[in-house]
């Protein structure tokens, strides 16, 4: 769903699990991570970001998305790295509005 949300607008990469999406990060730049805070196999959002910022040269956009949070939890990513959160279902025009207030100005 997602990929159909973001293709037409941004170029896309996705990693299936953690270990993926740092293999990714081994080999490429990225300006945004969009990570879903309920990873089902391998790693924690909150320990993941910092592994792949860790990996990055430049700064990233961090945005997990989810579908619920607790107030603990989200001062735990937010103490991680992450920017923003955004909750399902996804909105492109949510995602859109938040990049262009967490972007930096060139």
């Known amino acids: 769903i997602l ?10 990469t996705f990693g299936r699990n953690a270990q993926e999406a740092l293999q990714l990060a081994l080999n490429n730049h990225f300006d945004v991570a969009l990570i ?12 993941l970001l910092p592994k792949l910022q860790q990996l990055s040269e430049f700064p990233m956009i961090a945005i997990a998305l989810t579908s619920h949070l607790d107030e603990q939890r989200i ?25 262009f207030r967490l972007a930096p100005a060139t």
């Open 36 to 47: 879903n805070v309920m990873l089902q196999e391998d790693m924690e959002a909150a320990l």
């Open 75 to 99: 001062r735990t990513l937010m103490a991680v790295g992450f920017q923003h959160i955004l909750y399902k279902p996804f909105d492109t025009r949510v995602f859109e509005q938040v990049l």
């Open 3 to 12: 990929r159909t949300e973001l293709e037409p607008h941004f170029e896309v």
